[in-house]
C-alpha cells in the first residue's frame, strides 16, 4: 500500500508533543513492514536547522479567501530510512519562532496557517507519481483534510483515496470564529450542527471525525472515555455517532532511540539481565547532577512532563508535605504554567537535597532521568496515550500511574496476585483524589524495601513490547480495510 501521513509536526524536523513523536516513527515502521509511507509537513524554521533539505520541481497554489498563496515543496528522509518527507514551504506561515504560537499565546492567523497546508497536501499528492490508497490526517491542524477530499478532489486521481483521521488529544480541536469560513472556499451549507459547525464556531477537529472514512486515537480506553460527556470536550455526542469506525490503537516508541542497552546519554547501558548492576550507577549519576544526597536506599521518584493542569500536578501539590517529608527523593524536568513553575521551586527551598528541578525540555537529560529515577509519577487528569511510562518501563523504572487512558491499557497494577503471576509493571489508582494518589504512593514504598519483588517488578516492565511494529502492524490492519471499503465505495457508486 501507499499512504501518506500528514501531520504539522514530526520529529525530527520540528516537536511540541507526541504527534511528533508519532509521525516520525509511525511511517518508518510501515516501511519495514513492506510499505510505502510518505509524510507531508509544514517547512518550519526549525525544520531547516543543521538538516539535509532539497528543494523539489514541485510548486503548489491554494486559495485562501480571495487570493492565491503559492508555496514551494521540499523533500527529506525520515531518519534510518526511505521515508520521504516533503516540507511545505510557505515563509509567510512557517518561517517562525514557534509551531503554533509564541510566549503562550497561539498565532492570530492559525486557522488561515492550517487552512492553507491542508490544501497543500492534497494539492501536492495530486501531482506526486504515485496513488495514494490512504492518506493519514492527524489532529486539529488537518482536521479538514477528509472534508476537502469530498467535497472538492473526488474527481482527481485521489477519488480512490481513503482517510483516517487520528485524535492524538481531544482537548485541542481548532475552533475558529465562524467568517474562518470564508478562508477555507468550503461551501456554508457545511457550517451546521452535524458538520463544521460548533456553537457557532468552526471546528476543524469535528471536521475531521464527521468526514474521515475512520478515526482513530492513541489508546483504546481513551477511545471509550471521548464518547462521554466527561472527557468528550463537548464532542462526545459527535464521537458517539461515529462509535462504529472509531479505533483505539496505542502508540509505540523508539527502541532504537529509547533503549537503556546502547543509550548514549547514560552514566551506564544495562538491559533486562544486567539491571541490578548498571542502574545504580545511573541513579547515583543523577543524584549527583541534581544535587541530592546520595543514597541508593532512598526511592527516587521522577517526573517528565509538560507543566500543565491535564499532568495531575493539583494532587501532586495537594500531597507534597507527606510525601517529601518521607525518604524520597523527586527530580522534576519540563516547562509549562507558571503556577507549576513558582510550586516545584517552592518545592526546592523547603525540601532542600530533596527535589532536583530543571524548568525546560531536555531531551538528553531525560534519558538520564528514566535511566536513573526508580519511580515514574504519572498522576494525569487524563492522558490519551502517554510515552513516559512506555519509556519508564523500557528503563526499569517502575510507572506510578492515575488508570486513564493510554496509562490505564499499558500498565498492571501491582497487586499480589498480578505480581506472583508475572503480570504487573507499575502501580495505580482510579479516583482523581490526592487521597487515591497519596495510597498508591504508599503501596509503592511498601513494596520498595521487599527488594526480590520490587526487582521482580521492574524486570516485569522492561520485558514488554511497545515498540512501533507492534502498533504499525494494527495500523497496517486498519488501513486495508479502508482501502477495501474505499473500493466497494467507488465501485458501487460507478455508472452502470
Known sequence: MNILVAASEAVPFAKTGGLADVAGALPRAIEALGHAATVVMPCYADARRGRAIAPTDFRVHVPIGKKQVAADVHCATLPASDVTVYLIDQPDYFNRNGLYGEKGKDYQDNCERFV??????????????????????????????????????????????????????????????????????????????????????????????????????????????????????GLDGVLQGRKADLRGIVNGIDYSVWNPDSDPQIAATYNDDTFVRGKPICKEALQREHRLRVTPETPLFAMVTRLDDQKGLDLVAAVAEEFLSSDVQLVVLGTGQPKYHAMFEEFTRRFVGKVGLSLKFDEAQAHRIYAGADILLMPSRYEPCGLNQLISLRYGTVPLVRATGGLADTIVDCTPDALAAGAATGFAFEPYTSAALLGCVRRALGLWPQRESWLRLVHNGMRQDWSWTRSAIEYVKLYEQLRSRRAETVLSTAPH
Not at 481513503?162 to 457550517?191: S, V
Open 116 to 233: 492553507f497546508f491542508t490544501r497543500a497536501v492534497l494539492e501536492l499528492a495530486r501531482q506526486l507519481p504515485v496513488e495514494f490508497d490512504v492518506i493519514h490526517a492527524n489532529d486539529w491542524q488537518t482536521g479538514l483534510l477528509p472534508v476537502y477530499l469530498d467535497e472538492m478532489y473526488r474527481g482527481s486521481r485521489l477519488r480512490n483515496t481513503a482517510t483516517l483521521f487520528t485524535i492524538h488529544n481531544l482537548a485541542y480541536q481548532g475552533r475558529f470564529w465562524h467568517w474562518d469560513m470564508l478562508l477555507t472556499g468550503l461551501d456554508w451549507r457545511l457550517f451546521n450542527w452535524r458538520q463544521l459547525e460548533f456553537f457557532g464556531h468552526l471546528n476543524m477537529l469535528k471536521g475531521g471525525i464527521v468526514f474521515a472514512d475512520a478515526i482513530s486515537t492513541v489508546s483504546r480506553q481513551y477511545a471509550s472515555e471521548i464518547q462521554t460527556p466527561e472527557f468528550g470536550c
